[in-house]
């Protein structure tokens, strides 16, 4: 224990919590009793106390509510600008039909909110080095004049951030309440919802110019919904669209970091795997891993259109944008220990040709997996895939990361208790690490492996509680045994965000999770079978060789002259190949150990198989059979296909299994 010292009785908000309660409670009773100096004196020492905290001021206003009257409680909420949908019933109304006169409540000379938060504030979040009169509001020509003459530079480097009003489900662009811009030493508010600011004949050419200008570097973050709602706020943005140069989408940055860090785990040392904290996401997570601490959201979700904003509004606005500046700066001086290019400034436009490169990629994904469907060929299996049980479940102890960056399978490292088989299999079969407890392994194997191997952990029932505890908050899930394992999978794939596509499908063995194959065409095929005599000359009649002909129907007689050069395999598998030059020919072995499993190619098989792949590590044979188009249609929901590809990819597919 050490003694209190003047400033922590200063601190307002600091010691929230019973207290603070009982105080507004003896509030609303003075209020309620008209003692008029009691009043001020509480009123004064109320607001100091409650500051920008607003679950106090929802409390506040509730208990004002309660024992004063819907009048009191929405003068106070007017006073703090509480967001519509933190007020208790009727408020809202009642705020509405106030006169004017009423709407005030004159104590604003007598307390204000402080710029500077309270000490635990600045302690849990990022601060922005600004003091008050930094930050200008630009709601005329003349500031506007003001602010463009700074902003306008080559050379400049813009923090941009918009806030608009939350539109709880609505689909439809909102327009901006106001745009900040943070530049190195202030920060510009363009009030947008100030009495015919909008309408300002400057201000959309200087939007224009501003996000136009190459030479001006523009930091955002998931800058597509910005540039939407600005469309949705000036009608000639529509017709004339706005000309984008010199932007920097940092949410590109904090992909490619992500990935970094991913891949750093699967090296070794124990690290990040999705998001360490799983209550941080998008910019506030990135924020948080830059800077070291995260942005206050709270007020993310407040009215942005009611003037005049509260203190803690700004401040929210403010850091938003000025963050941008910081996290640019901190990266731009290390690159390399995050994990990125020297020049930032490369990964928008490496990005946007990866993802043309990867769309391109889904569309021969489909073209090819559309010529599979047209084989028609049956009977060929990659896999087995897993029946399981009906009736729905949950997915219970984490929230999921839908705000974090998409995540490739191979990126996703699970280790998957022994209850969940089914589940890791078609993890695997859609390109996800999977690392599986037998059935007889402890359950604390599952945590050995999830720390030694920087894995997630999925499990159900009674171990999760335990297998969280060893191995700490968002390593562990809970899934419900006793839901389909197709339907774990699609719940696992959303909670991690994980966006697997049609090449990723099978490009893992589904015995052994190795994800290196070696590709043998027929020809070696014919060759090693004969050699180690699991296929007779076709002369001879091999009784076993005569029975799968008459049950395919087919005749082996051109099969068995070797063919001239291999085709290619028809779909590209998201794995790594091997040469079969590491392969020993007397004893059919890879390096590590494994001899080929020749004995599981059925001959009568050869004559429509092109291509065979052998996992390397465990000499497992797949070749290419309707078994695709079956992941593929069971999957559709999740897999990554191009807009207009998915019915048609996975359509006759379907079909050609159903033959
Ligand atoms: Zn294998």
């Known amino acids: 224990m050490r003694p209190l010292n003047q400033n922590e009785f200063d601190t307002p908000g600091l010691n929230a919590g019973f207290d603070l309660i009982s105080l507004i409670h003896t509030f609303c009773l003075i209020v309620r009793c008209h003692v008029i100096v009691g009043v001020l004196v509480c009123a004064v020492y109320v607001q100091y106390v409650v500051a920008d905290d607003l679950q106090l001021q929802v409390h506040l206003v509730e208990m004002l509510a309660k024992h004063c009257g ?65 930050v200008h509001f630009v709601d005329t020509a003349e500031t506007l004049h003001r602010c463009r003459s700074i902003l306008l530079k080559e050379g400049v480097v813009v923090g941009v951030d918009m806030e608009w ?27 947008l919802c100030a009495g015919g600011f909008c309408e300002q004949p400057d201000l959309v050419g200087f939007i224009r110019t501003l996000f136009s200008e190459r030479n001006i570097l523009k930091l955002g973050y998931s800058m597509t919904g910005d540039l939407k709602c600005l469309t949705a706020t000036w009608p000639e943005l529509s017709e004339e669209p706005l000309k984008t140069e010199g932007l920097l989408d940092l949410l ?105 490169e990867k769309k391109q990629k889904v569309k021969r994904d489909k073209k090819t997996a559309q010529a599979i469907g047209q084989e028609e060929c049956q009977g060929a299996q990659r896999v087995s895939l897993p029946h399981s049980d009906t009736v729905k479940g949950l997915l219970c102890g984490e929230s999921p990361s839908e705000g974090s960056p998409p995540l490739t399978p191979q990126q996703l490292r699970v280790v998957c208790d022994n209850m969940l088989q089914g589940l890791g299999r078609y993890l695997r079969c859609l390109g996800v690490d999977v690392v599986m407890l037998e059935n007889t392994d402890d359950h604390r194997v599952a945590a050995k492996l999830a720390q030694a191997e920087g894995r997630v952990i999925l499990t159900c029932g009674q171990p999760f509680q335990t297998l969280r505890s060893q191995v700490g908050e968002g390593r562990c899930l809970s899934l419900d045994c006793s839901e389909k394992a197709r339907d774990q999978a699609v719940r696992v794939l959303k909670h991690f965000n994980v966006q697997p596509t049609p ?37 001879n009649t091999d009784h076993m060789f005569e029975k799968s002909c008459q049950q395919e129907e087919l005749w082996l007689d ?102």
């Open 252 to 356: 590109k940055v904090h992909q490619k970091i992500q990935c970094g860090r991913i891949n750093q785990v699967q090296d070794g040392p124990r690290e990040v795997l999705v998001c360490e904290n799983s209550a941080e996401k998008g910019l506030s997570l990135l924020v948080q891993q830059v800077l070291g601490k995260p942005l206050d959201k709270t007020e993310q979700m407040s009215n942005w259109e009611r003037r005049p904003l509260r203190i803690s509004q700004i401040r929210y606005a403010v850091a938003d944008a000025y963050c941008l500046l910081d996290v640019y700066s901190t990266l731009s001086s290390n690159p390399a220990s995050f994990g990125l290019p020297a020049d930032l400034r490369s990964i928008t436009s490496g990005q946007s040709k990866t993802s043309i």
């Open 165 to 191: 009003q939350p539109t709880f489900g609505r689909v439809a662009a909102q327009k901006v309440a106001l745009i900040q811009l943070a530049v190195l030493d202030q920060v510009f508010l363009l009030d």
């Open 503 to 539: 090449s990723d499908i099978f490009s893992r063995c589904q015995a052994c999770n190795s994800d290196q194959y070696v590709a043998i065409p027929r020809a070696d095929m014919v060759a090693m079978l004969k050699e180690k005599g699991f296929l007779q000359d076709h002369n």
């Open 558 to 659: 051109d099969t068995l002259t070797p063919s001239g050069t291999p085709e290619p395999p028809r779909y590209a598998t998201q794995c790594r190949w091997a040469s079969l030059s590491g392969l020993d020919r007397d004893t059919m072995t890879f390096p590590g150990g494994s001899a080929i499993q020749l004995h599981t190619v059925p001959p009568a098989l050869l004559q429509r198989i092109p291509l065979f792949y052998v996992c390397t590590r465990c000499g497992k044979v797949f070749w290419e059979g309707s078994h695709f188009g079956r992941v593929l249609s069971l999957f559709q929901e999740v897999l990554l296909i191009a807009d207009d590809d998915s019915i048609s990819a996975a359509r006759p597919l379907t079909l050609a299994q159903n033959k």
């Open 70 to 134: 819907l009048q009191k409680a929405s003068q106070w909420s007017l006073r703090y600008n509480i967001p519509k949908n933190r007020l208790p019933p009727g408020v809202w109304e009642t705020q509405q039909s106030l006169p004017p006169d009423l709407q005030q409540i004159c104590l604003n000379d007598i307390t204000h909110e402080e710029w500077v938060p309270p000490q635990s504030h600045c302690q849990r979040f990022y601060q922005v080095p600004l003091t008050k009169d930094k």
